[in-house]
């Protein structure tokens, strides 16, 4: 189906101040968005309570209010302007909240502004836990076991059927508030209380932990058609346990097999399609048991998230944008694919390199607070990295932290020995990368590290790669160091400072910087075009490398 | 260190282009027409599928390796490729269930490769001068002697290689009990392609390339089924004239990949060589009977020329590629055969075409 004519003016609702879980991913959707429907000749009314964001910028849309997201406000907006239509995706959990109390009120209906992007019933379905565990149950889709419990004695006979880890999440609590896990009995009875107490409504979800799984995201679009495509498939570093947004998270996945992968899509699309009736983008993540491949559906998100701008920018494929013309009637495959403009976005992205998203946290400025890393999520901010192989792009984002670190090795390097180390890595923590690489340049072996953590090995091995050129590094001066050897290091991410701190000789970043580039060590430049350059791109992004 | 210790390998284009890499696996001097597959999983399959056979496969994927190989994630009993290039390749491996890693493979298998190379550089290199043949070599270092030695490579085009890598001897498949009962011309068939017609309750039985018309019918088979494989399909008169006869029998007729150039050849419509072909995971296709989409798996080189599909009176066009409009599946007017040109039972790939063979089903019952 073409373009629906009927919408001349489509009001965006932002997503409101940024906080902790929900930052500017929401500004990136709604810019996207507000330019993909004013290409398209529709009038763009932009809502944000926050004037600190691009898409309050006055060419972003055709009228900006700068309001209070409330109900009043969107009364006000529609009294004053002829509405055709809202778009609450883009501005993530704040705007679907707004417009699901703005459709209690019938807002919408009085004013003859219709809803599109969106299918309430099916954000119901995915936020609710007992409707979404339903759900999968019907089309056949396994989730961990799960209890929904409303007292204190319920919960306990119910953590005894599942059996230990268990997690405990209160209903109706903001990112995860008083929930956690619960590892043995002796720690039940606490968490139990605890999670009770939180919730208004007096209940909790007792759920099976399925810590130690390998945790993988995947992010779909899906049209009017129900024509699906996977944007980006990403897995976490950190297995499960650790909330997405405090992982660190690598794209595309790097240890699944085709068997494992297609099973992973076949189950999204077919969750996605059974999810009310949609037409934007969506979020999926599943659990993989390493060691049989099973896997289980941890949740499903009916609209831009973090993770989509993610995909975006990892991918070149711009999910918002796409969404907003799937959400005024456009098919997958009515649209070109943006970046070639001659090929269709109704497509799945190749990638010829490798995304790696670094998390930041603050915890220097929140003295006192915990910094172990679990269900609800710490991060201030995150870093995107590319690179041609998993450690460039690894310690290119340990580069943009904003910290001293230059790369992974060199970061307040830790003075704790092997078997402190060890016991360190078991809890997440926001240095953890930092001491595992601490713990392999002391020679801990990598399955002592997949034991005390659940990281994959590949990565692993990957970052003992790092290890072995650093401590090569370390037994030259700059001037009798072999070219190959300069090379790997550039090829591996290293940074010039980095090497400069790590040879024997007193040596400035500078002196490095020079002496590759008299032996032709260049950076070059490559494409994000999302077609693994199968086609000529008109509008990609770069980033630069090194190759052998 | 890994590269300082590894042995070098060098790659070598027809029209005079070399890159230097790193050895990986087994050493030797391989040859062949070099080709790009834009997928991210499955290598292990796109390895071992005989519709690769004569050709160097470079991967575009970042890193290949990492989840080591496992028996049963083949397409036939060994590798088809003539040598692989990579940027990264990798040793070391994480999969439980895996049977061991890459570099151990491709020992054993005899597969030569090569890494660290700018793939990125290559594939972009290939897409703007089409296909062309190449040589990998860990021992020659002398570029005129290995300009030798590549010219010494045949062209692909005008190439029959189906009857190399198809089954020698017939066999057979499936229920025996089965009223479905197919008779496979095996051009280079992969075997998950049989094993959808098996999971499906049909008997199969399996013919080598050149089987007669006669022999086929001997199995009293429901239907036919023309598999994919390697090689240029105009330079297989055998099948065609074989085609042929199947058609004018009117019992349902199925084809993939190859199988889908030759039902075209027997209806007259010639086959072209591509400039540089469709490898991947991710190629858009548009169903035309029923408007829905499908993501498919394609390795192809040739393709069935568009004008002459247009313009034939009992041929009908039943699916395109939405990226450049070309022929993806036809179907022969008033008689039960059809055809298409990518690869409905994926692996590696999405499983979105997997209707294809339940519509073969249907059309036999």
Known sequence: MPIDRSIHSVLIIGSGPIIIGQACEFDYSGSQAARSLREEGIKVILINSNPATIMTDPMMADKVYLLPLNVESIEQILQENQIDAVLPTMGGQTALNLCKEAEELGIWEKYNCRLIGVDVKAIDTAEDRDQFRQLMGRIGIKVAPSHVANSFLEGKEFAQQIGFPLVIRPSFTLGGTGGGFVHDKSELDAALKRGLEASPIHEVLVEKAVLGWKEFELELLRDKNDNVVIICTVENLDPMGVHTGDSITVAPAMTLSDTAYQEMRNQAILMMRSLGNFAGGCNVQFAMNPENEDIIAVEINPRVSRSSALASKATGYPIAKIAAKLAIGYNLDELKNQITQTTSAYFEPALDYVIVKMPRWNFDKFKGANDTLGLQMKSVGEVMAIGRCFNEALQKACQSLENDAVGLGYYGKSLMKNQELTEYIKTPKWDRIFRIKDALMQGTTVKSIVQATGIDQWFLYQIQKICTIEKEIKEHTLDDMPVELLKEAKVNGFSDVQISKLVKSQTSEDEVYDKRKSLGISRVYKMVDTCSAEFEAKTPYFYSTFEG | ?365
Do not use: W
Not at chain 2, 10 to 19: A, E, N, R, S, T
Not at chain 2, 29 to 51: A, L
Not at chain 2, 103 to 110: A, F, I, S, V
Not at chain 2, 123 to 152: F, P, Q, W, Y
């Open chain 2, 1 to 365: 260190m890994t590269s300082v210790n590894t042995p070098s390998a060098i790659l070598m284009l027809q029209d005079g282009h070399v890159f230097y890499g790193q050895s990986f696996g087994k050493t030797g001097t391989v040859t062949g027409e070099i080709c790009f597959n834009t997928g991210m999983t499955g290598y292990q399959e796109v390895f071992t599928d005989p519709s690769y056979t004569g050709q160097v496969l470079i991967m575009n994927n970042a890193h290949i390796g990492n989840y080591g190989v496992k028996k049963e994630d083949v397409e036939s009993k060994s590798v088809t490729i003539n040598g692989l290039i990579a940027r990264n390749l990798e040793s070391k491996y994480s999969r439980h269930m895996a049977d061991g890693s890459l570099l151990d493979y491709c020992e054993e298998q005899n597969l030569v490769a090569i890494a660290g190379i700018d793939t990125r550089a290559l594939v972009a290199h290939i897409r703007n001068k089409g296909a062309m043949n190449c040589l990998i070599s860990t021992e020659i270092t002398d570029l005129e002697e290995a300009r030798k030695v590549l010219n010494d490579c045949p062209d692909m085009a005008g190439l029959e290689l189906a009857g190399m890598v198809s089954t020698k001897e017939e066999y057979e498949l499936g229920d025996p009990a089965s009223p479905l009962k197919v008779s496979v011309l095996d051009f280079g068939v992969k075997q998950n392609i049989l094993k959808c017609m098996t999971d499906r309750g049909m008997h199969l039985r399996v013919h080598p390339s050149k089987t007669s018309f006669k022999r086929l019918q001997e199995f009293n088979p429901t239907g036919y089924f023309l598999s994919n494989g390697p090689g240029d399909p105009a330079a297989m008169p055998y099948a065609v004239e074989t085609i042929k006869e199947i058609l004018a029998e009117n019992k349902p007729v199925f084809g993939i990949c190859l199988g889908h150039q030759l039902l075209a050849l027997a209806n007259n419509i010639a086959t072209f060589k591509m400039h540089h072909g469709h490898r991947g995971l991710n190629h858009p296709v548009r169903n035309l009977v029923t408007g829905l989409c499908e993501i498919t798996t394609q390795n192809h080189g040739f393709g069935v020329v568009p004008e002459e599909v247009n313009n034939h009176p009992e041929i009908e066009i039943t699916h395109v590629n939405l990226n450049d409009n070309s022929i993806e599946g036809i179907r022969v007017k008033n008689k039960p055969a059809f055809s298409v040109q990518y690869h409905p039972e994926a692996t590696p790939g999405p499983h979105d075409s997997r209707y294809l063979f339940d519509d073969f089903a249907k059309m036999m019952s």
